[in-house]
Structure formats: structure tokens, C-alpha cells
């Protein structure tokens, strides 16, 4: 039995989110079916990351074992199974004991505002043509660092037993027309990137002060933060494995 790496990209638009779900489409359950049909046998892959409904990915990770040698043309026949909008990066063999949720040392998000009207933009960001303060965002995204506990930014009914991440990066950019949101953490809660960004925005129309948005923080209450942004803003940027854990793709 050898273990396998994929490495994938996405537009979320279509799916139900990333994970298997019982009669709804996936990006995973179609992930799945690619493989199985290439290798002519039921595969059921297990993901690095979880993305919701509409969030796209530029990179996420599964990885599946198989007892036979895979397809020598596995990436472009992969790609000639899967639908338009998911793509095959790479795959890669790996130790037999390497998973990729718990060996990612980390991951990275991305969040797209425009501020004028772009129909190149309108399913891979979100039209906010509201003035922002970007001096205040940058605080409020500075402020973010000094914290550990991101229980006010984690969507109820999630199954988690600490709400503790390190970010080790916050910062804002224009660039464009565009105003992008950068963030990694070591993990991230569901619904987390989205709570702060919402949560941000109110601080960035000065609708909520720097100082209460500390307050929502530390109030460790999700009903303090703003959840409402919708998805297709989101991308899972990256996924962070230490060094030489993989090598070339196949």
C-alpha cells in the first residue's frame, strides 16, 4: 500500500463546500470519482483543509493509498476526468504515515474587496464600494497578532477542542482596485477568516472603534463578530508542509 499526495485548485462556486457531504456535490466527491474511475477502483481521499460553500482554493491538499502502482499519466488524465473548474497540480508519494491535515504546519487565506465595478471580479471577490479607513484596517489586522484565543471569530456548532492559532501574518494591501486581506495561522476555525474580515470592515467604516474591536475579541462570544462577507471573496492561498516533506510531483 503506498500513500499519494494531490495536490488541487479550485473555483468553489459550484460546490457545497470542499468535504464529501450525502447527496450534495463537492469538490472532494468529485476529486473522488476522478480517481476511482482512472484507477478502476472505489479511492476515498482525506483532506488538508476544509473550505465552505462558494470559497475557492489556488491550493489544497488530499492524499489516498493504493495497493497498485498509479496511472503513469495520472495529472493529465486526472485533469481530462475532472470538471473545468477543479485542476490537478501535482501528486506526489509520500511516507506511509504522512496526513495531510496534521503534518501542515500551517495555512494561508486571502480576501478580495473591489471598490468599482469589474465583471472579471465578480465571482473571485466582493464589490464594496465603501470608503475605508485603511489606517484602521491595518490596526485592527496589527491588533489581531497579539491574540491567541479566536473563539469571537469561530462559527457555533463546530467541533474543535481549543480555539487557540498563532497568526503569523495580518496585513492589508491595495493593490489595483483592489483591497486584499493576507492572513496565516498555524490553524484556523470554521468560519474564522471570514468573522474577522466582516468584523475588520465594521472598524474600517468606523462603525465599530479599535477599542471595542478589542472589546469583541476578548468577549470570546461569535455574536460580537460580523460573518456576513460572502464567500466567493475567500481563497485558501496555501498549505504549509515543513521542507522536503515533498518532493517532485509524478
Known sequence: MA???IEVAYMGARYSG??????????????DRGISVLMREPVETTGSSR????VHA???????DLEKPLHPQFVYKMNAILPPDIVVRGVYPVADDLHSRFAATGRSYEYTLYTSKDPFLRDRGYFYP????MGLLQEAAGILMEYVDFSTFSKRNTQV????????????????GRIVYNVSAN???????????GTMLRVGRERLSVEGFRAAIEG???????????????????????????GKSL
Not at 187 to 197: A, D, E, H, N, S
Open 130 to 133: 465603501y470608503r475605508l479607513d
Open 18 to 31: 470542499f468535504q464529501v457531504q450525502d447527496k450534495t456535490l463537492t469538490v472532494q466527491s468529485e476529486i
Open 58 to 64: 489556488r491550493q489544497n491538499f488530499l492524499h489516498f
Open 187 to 197: 490553524r484556523f476555525l470554521r468560519g474564522m477568516v471570514r468573522g474577522m474580515v
Open 161 to 176: 477542542k481549543t480555539f487557540n492559532c498563532t497568526i503569523r501574518e495580518s496585513v492589508w494591501r491595495e493593490e489595483d
Open 220 to 246: 470570546r462570544d461569535c455574536t460580537l463578530a460580523d460573518f456576513a462577507v460572502p464567500p466567493q471573496g475567500l481563497s485558501l492561498m496555501r498549505v504549509h508542509y515543513p521542507e522536503g516533506v515533498l
Open 51 to 54: 473550505t465552505d460553500a462558494g
Open 3 to 5: 500513500r499519494y499526495f
